[in-house]
């Protein structure tokens, strides 16, 4: 991703969103969106001024003075038009997420509908956004909450899911009676903006949705302004932890979903052709580029000589572009993505692991300039190379071979992170001791990516994540709300004098 002239008028440039106008920023900086499988420039995003940013925070503030009184039902009906309106487009929209992303059409089609169920669940917001209610804590005395809006969110998302993550936050964020300043990524803001468009056709009034674009400028201006009461975080841990610590500094509620290393524990027991399946499926499906795709893999015991069998499985994958029938595994999202992992697996060769499958050098016939890697998996991986250190982020696996159960368990739960875990056994007492003593907060079982429906929450833990409260299901509303307490006594005998009470019990 590279800054380009504004004298550039070759491509479109993404517009800003506020108070339902879309405007042309007067940004001097810009970004290129870049096509990954040809390196064609599609758009160039501006990064907004100073004075843009508050204008969309100042039209979010006033729209939330109108927008916090309309009716539940008014509000859900926006978001039952919403969904449909993104069924209709799912097609059209993954072919824009595709060529700005890179991955495959019908993970584009998945990006959106994960996205779309967040909306579907944000229509059940009548039974969700609910108070609790206490009759006679006291003689005549009633207690109850309400769950009222708290104004102005703000959201900053990733570049690997730019509809799902979107999806999360916004549609919760409004259902729940807020107004929002989304912050796309830079990277690929196309498709993002089209779901924008529905929501506005779907009734969003001005105001109650704004988009800006920036990076880190922008995102410090939203972690700083007055009026915006909380920040919703996804991306990098190096990112998510600035943003937490900053908009946590100026008051506001964070939540902050980071980076991960998820790794997926193999028992010998394990249904052997579904585990190397789901192994290929979540080490190297959208290029690894996934929180939770599975990025280290144990094998326990006698699943240690599964190697051969694994990378056979991945040389199954057919790498190539996104938008071509057939691709498995699509491109890194940017050349210096690209560069970024050949860097950390000559890294991994360096510090003497071994590569039993080399993805490097990969050909795709008619996309020489696409940044290409295949399936690559290393052997030999010790928990202090820097392939197991970092999050790699691309198609990239490392397996490490261990004895017992006991000890994948401790291995998991000595690294820093806690995105997702995965068991594959047949055994249920291995695999309710795993989801019982593994300290990582989402846990599949013979499952490789456990994203939780959004009727649950999402529940990435420790280094993965900052704030208590997940995205969607319920923990959203509970962080996208204020509880009120209200204690209340109505008297219905005006003659009764009880006298003053200078003690704090009400008998
Ligand atoms: P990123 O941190 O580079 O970017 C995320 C957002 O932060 C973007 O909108 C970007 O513009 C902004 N940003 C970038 N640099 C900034 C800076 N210095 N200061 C302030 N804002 C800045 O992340 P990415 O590369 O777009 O996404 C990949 C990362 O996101 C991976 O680490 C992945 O694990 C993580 N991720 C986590 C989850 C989760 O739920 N835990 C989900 C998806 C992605």
């Not at 487009?89 to 779309?116: M, N, Y």
């Not at 967040?118 to 229509?123: R, T």
């Not at 796309?184 to 988009?211: F, H, I, R, Y």
Request: hydrophobic share 45%; charged share 15%; glycine share 10%.
């Amino acid at each position: 991703m590279s800054a380009v002239p504004k004298t550039d008028n070759a491509v479109p440039t993404v517009p800003l969103l506020i108070n339902g106008e879309w405007v042309d920023s007067s940004a001097t900086e810009f970004r290129n969106v870049v096509n990954p499988a040809t390196q064609e420039v599609l758009a160039r995003v501006p990064l907004a001024t100073a004075s843009e940013v508050a204008a969309a925070v100042g039209a979010a503030h006033r729209a939330f003075a109108t927008w916090r009184h309309t009716p539940i039902g008014a509000r859900l009906r926006v978001m039952l038009r919403f969904q449909a309106l993104i069924r209709e487009h799912s097609k059209r929209i993954a072919a824009i997420l595709t060529a700005e992303q890179g991955k495959t059409l019908a993970d584009a089609e998945g990006d959106i509908f994960r996205g779309l169920e967040v909306v579907e669940h944000a229509c059940s917001i009548g039974t969700l956004q609910q108070g609790g209610f206490a009759e006679n804590v006291a003689a005549t005395v009633d207690t109850y909450t309400l769950q009222q809006p708290i104004g102005v969110c703000a959201g900053i998302t990733p570049f690997n899911f730019p509809a799902m993550i979107p999806l999360w936050m916004f549609p919760m964020a409004i259902v729940c009676g807020n107004t929002f300043v989304l912050k796309p990524s830079e990277q690929d803001p196309l498709s993002t903006v089209e779901l924008v468009k529905l929501a506005l056709e779907a009734g969003v009034p001005p105001g109650v949705l704004n988009v800006v674009h920036g990076a880190k400028d922008v995102v410090d201006a939203l972690c700083t302004h007055p009026d915006i009461k909380a920040v919703s975080f996804v991306g990098s841990t190096a990112v998510g932890t600035h943003v937490y610590n900053l908009a946590s500094a100026h008051g506001k509620r964070v939540q902050s979903m980071m980076g991960a290393k998820n790794h997926a524990v193999v028992l010998p027991d394990a249904h052997k052709e579904q585990t190397l399946n789901a192994l290929a499926g979540a080490g190297f499906g959208a290029a690894g580029q996934r929180c939770m795709a599975t990025s280290v893999v144990v094998l326990v015991g006698a699943a240690r000589d599964w190697v051969p069998d694994l990378v056979e499985r991945a040389k199954t994958l057919k790498v190539g572009a996104g938008a071509e029938a057939g691709t498995d595994v699509g491109p890194v999202v940017s050349v210096a993505a690209k560069e970024r992992i050949l860097g950390l697996i000559a890294a991994g060769e360096r510090e003497g692991a071994t590569l039993v499958l080399d993805g490097r050098g990969v050909e795709v016939p008619g996309f020489p300039q696409g940044n290409f890697i295949g399936p690559t998996i290393f052997t030999d991986v010790r928990t202090d190379m820097s392939i197991y250190t970092e999050e790699i982020f691309g198609p990239v696996l490392v397996v490490i071979g261990v004895d017992t159960l006991d000890e994948a368990i401790a291995l998991v739960n000595r690294n820093p992170f806690g995105n997702g875990t995965g068991v594959f056994t047949q055994s249920g007492a291995a695999a309710r001791k795993f989801q019982s003593e593994i300290d990582v907060g989402q846990v599949g079982i013979n499952i490789p990516i456990p994203v939780p429906v959004p009727y649950f929450s999402f529940t990435g833990s420790r280094g993965s994540k900052l704030g208590d409260l997940g995205p969607y299901g319920k923990q959203v509303v509970q962080f996208y709300t204020q509880t009120k307490t209200v204690t209340a006594r109505w008297f219905d005998d005006a003659t009764v004098n009880d006298g003053v009470n200078t003690t704090i019990s009400l008998k």
